[in-house]
């Protein structure tokens, strides 16, 4: 019987402190009709893992190009954006890879929808993705009163989420059962020989995280009445922010939660009968609603209470001026990433090209000159 790899849990709660120096500061103006304007910076720096690793200073991104990198987040943006008015990549001072992406949406809650997201990066993710149910981490709806109401996705909307993933799974009569074999008293071993060495690598971890931050902060057209985990900010706005702080104090509910060998059990046992088995779904919210807590800062989800009234801003005219100033850059940029990126090229060097006006004349074809075969030169995907 094929034992469950538990030791990998270890490098997983540890890999959840030293990830990266992350930060992601949105800003979001919308109007009740659900149209909104948005604008983010994202800095990622991978240098002080780098360093700690050993590797040299002059060591290729481990992330990839950086203009590429840009190209698919604007692909992946692309269905929802109405005007692009700034998206743009560069390298800080620090060594971090920098994104600044501002625009215009019809919908603002698009940009949370998951499942598009995935569909925009290639026609064979969008066929993989076909199946999967609407994955949308942000909604805009109505309650009795008439008030419009704003909410990110909490436990409640993941278990949904995960429900319809559970259905499609179902289908499939392939599974095998009996694979995992996971005891309690095996993750409770484990954990035990994690903690010490989690207490040992946690102020490394500290320190690679302490400015880590997400921050969002929604400007809204009509007056805000109630707010959870948002901190209203004053009668229009609205902010979030999870920090590094928040992230190692999650680590540390994990690390020293007692009751945690028993609930990871529950889902072991639980997916080791099948994606059909009613233990699923009750062993992942048992295990997944402290997290949510601990992100949110108690059992609410975030979710905002508004009642109507001016737009925020002019959503038509903000829409022309922006197609209107657009530069050259950007809108090279934008036709690239209009592309699928299955079939976006890069033209070949210009020493490699084939021109027929400079090459030189044709052999004539005879019987002991075949006539050649011309082979077309390798394009290189984006």
């Not at 009163?145 to 993941?158: L, Y």
Request: proline content about 8%.
């Amino acid at each position: 019987m094929k034992k469950f790899p538990v030791a990998a849990l270890g490098t997983a709660l540890l890999s959840l402190s030293t990830t990266a120096c992350f930060k992601n500061e949105s800003k979001s103006s919308v109007n009740a009709d659900g149209s909104g304007k948005f604008s983010m910076v994202m800095e990622l720096n991978l240098a002080p893992i780098i360093g700690l690793l050993g590797v040299g200073s002059g060591a290729a991104n481990p992330l990839g190009d950086d203009r590429e990198m840009l190209v698919q987040l604007v692909r992946s943006m692309g269905p929802t954006v109405d005007a692009w008015t700034e998206a743009k990549v560069e390298t800080t001072k620090s060594g971090a890879t920098k994104f600044t992406l501002a625009g215009l949406t019809k919908d603002f809650t698009a940009s949370g929808n998951l499942k598009q997201s995935l569909a925009s990066a290639s026609p064979a993710v969008a066929e993989m993705t076909s199946k999967l149910p609407e994955m949308k981490m942000m909604n805009s709806t109505k309650d009795a009163s008439g008030n419009w109401v704003i909410s990110m996705a909490g436990i409640d909307e993941i278990m949904t989420m995960l429900g319809a993933l559970q259905t499609e799974a179902a289908k499939d009569s392939s599974f095998a059962p009996g694979q995992m074999g996971v005891t309690e008293e095996d993750i409770a071993t484990q954990m035990e020989g994690l903690r010490p060495m989690y207490a040992q690598y946690k102020p490394i971890a500290a320190m690679f995280v302490k400015d880590m931050s997400i921050s969002s902060e929604f400007t809204v057209g009509g007056e805000i009445l109630d707010s959870k985990v948002f901190k209203k900010t004053g009668p229009h706005t609205a902010t979030w922010t999870f920090s590094g702080e928040k992230l190692i104090a999650m680590v540390d509910a994990m690390v020293n939660d007692e009751t945690l060998p028993a609930k990871l059990a529950k889902v072991a046992s639980a997916i080791d009968e099948g994606p059909q088995s009613p233990k699923v779904a009750p062993a992942l919210r048992a295990f997944m609603a402290p997290l949510f807590a601990e992100v949110y800062g108690g059992p609410d989800s975030p979710k905002l209470v508004v009642k109507p009234g001016a737009a925020a801003f002019d959503y038509p005219a903000e829409v022309a001026k922006a197609k209107a100033a657009q530069s050259p850059e950007l809108k090279k940029l934008l036709e690239e990433a209009a592309k699928p990126a299955e079939t976006a090229e890069t033209a070949p060097p210009e020493a490699d090209k084939i021109k027929s006006t400079d090459a030189a004349p044709k052999p004539k074809a005879t019987p002991s000159n075949p006539k050649p075969k011309v082979v077309s030169p390798t394009r290189k995907a984006a």
